[in-house]
């Protein structure tokens, strides 16, 4: 049992370790930081409801049953971080959102006070490990602290999933997906833990044993609800970046023609070779070094061998956008073969601007690359330059490695 809690953390906490990544922009961001603890604090709960956790606990304090307490405020500073995050998330002016949070935070500030001295009140000692909730259920003071960090954790899922179910009406895209799944995990959190653990506690103070509702049903179900939970806080916050990423490593993939044209004219210092480097800093950099090169390309630019391709490619049915990219292309390809053969640079040059240099971000050097590496051909002959176009798209050497 220990191992699957201690495997639940594992998950659950890494979630945090995700949204922490830039500590100084994190510590900044309420929004970040409040998630960043609630997932932690729920990460430790498992961590601390664990058997050989609470056993160790035990024994390294001196007191029986030490690991009860800590556990349940633990749980508690859970629901409150959880409080917090939602009205951080929920955002409004900042007076209101702080009052709000310095409340929760002293309700549930008081409820952990009150667990500790209804623990210190309580005769426990008799060390219990996975069934302390239904074995104390009867006992002065245990009884109560048991049901007081409940109670607690109830309020605080059952404020959760009303502000999910009104909330979620009003957004819609990740949002809303992330408040769904939130409740979600609300919902199994109350039904399949707590509704097992006030039935298994109510069990015993009417003289039946109901125990494994508590033992063996309640702390995978809350396993689920944490770990729904967390991605729900995670994924409208994530998901962004991750295909923010992806598209970048798709796009540094597809100028790997235009780069094998360019890359060796680019004077752009190349930045420390690391395999862990994100796929946006990667492709920034060879957007940079294009860039670069073009500039050290400008002077061999042959308008003329522009204007034939251009032609060319309108008669070959071409759209005007494809017949500049075509063009521009060609024009491209042999700027740098003279320039690698130390030629002069034409008579012919002047001001222009591709287009690649006219978007912002890097779709425009894409179509470029993309020109380079499938020259549009006549209608019905792909891979076939149209007639008449001067100079040559040769096939591109394999990309240089940034």
Not at 345 to 368: K, N
Request: charged share 15%; with cysteine; net charge positive.
């Amino acid at each position: 049992m220990s191992l699957v809690v201690y495997l639940a953390a594992l998950v659950f906490g890494m979630t945090s370790v995700l949204l922490f990544r830039r500590p100084r922009t994190a510590v900044r961001n309420p929004l970040t930081l409040s998630t960043c603890v609630a997932i932690v604090l729920g990460a430790l709960v498992f961590v601390c409801a664990a058997p050989a956790t609470l056993g160790t606990v035990n024994e390294l304090t001196g007191v029986t049953n030490f690991g009860a307490p800590l556990t349940y405020g633990m749980l508690s500073a859970y629901s409150c971080a959880v409080l917090v995050l939602l009205i951080n998330w929920r955002g409004g002016p900042r007076a209101v959102v702080r009052r709000a949070v310095v409340r929760s935070m002293a309700a549930y500030g008081l409820l952990v006070a009150a667990i500790v001295v209804l623990f210190l009140l309580a005769d426990a000692d008799t060390e219990r490990l996975t069934d302390l909730d239904t074995y104390y259920a009867a006992t002065p003071f245990m009884r109560e602290m048991i049901l007081l960090y409940l109670l607690g954790h109830s309020a605080a899922m059952l404020v959760m999933c009303v502000v999910c179910v009104k909330w979620s009406r009003e957004v819609g895209g990740l949002l809303r997906v992330g408040l769904r799944l939130i409740l979600l995990g609300g919902l199994l959190d109350l039904v399949g833990f707590q509704l097992a653990k006030y039935t298994a506690v109510a069990a015993r103070w009417a003289g039946h044993d109901l125990d494994f509702l508590s033992t063996t049903v309640a702390p995978p179900m809350a396993s689920l609800a944490a770990l729904v939970c967390s991605v729900g806080f995670g994924l409208p916050r994530l998901l962004p970046s991750v295909l923010a990423h992806w598209r970048g490593l798709d796009d540094y993939r597809r100028l790997g023609p235009l780069w094998s044209l360019v890359g060796s004219v680019s004077t752009a210092p190349k930045p420390p070779a690391a395999w862990w480097q994100l796929p946006r800093a990667r492709l920034q950099w060879r957007e940079v070094s294009i860039h670069d090169a073009l500039l050290a390309l400008a002077p061999y630019f042959d308008h003329r061998v522009r204007e034939r391709a251009r032609d060319a490619a309108l008669r070959a049915g071409r759209s005007p956008h494809e017949a500049r990219l075509t063009a521009e292309a060609v024009m491209l390809a042999d700027a740098a073969r003279r320039a690698a053969a130390h030629e002069e640079p034409s008579g012919s040059t002047g001001s222009y601007r591709l287009h690649a240099t006219e978007v912002p971000g890097p779709s425009g050097l894409v179509e470029l690359s993309q020109a380079l590496h499938h020259p549009p051909g006549r209608p019905g002959a792909p891979g076939t330059s149209p007639s008449g176009l001067t100079g040559t798209l040769t096939e591109p050497e394999e990309p240089h490695v940034a």
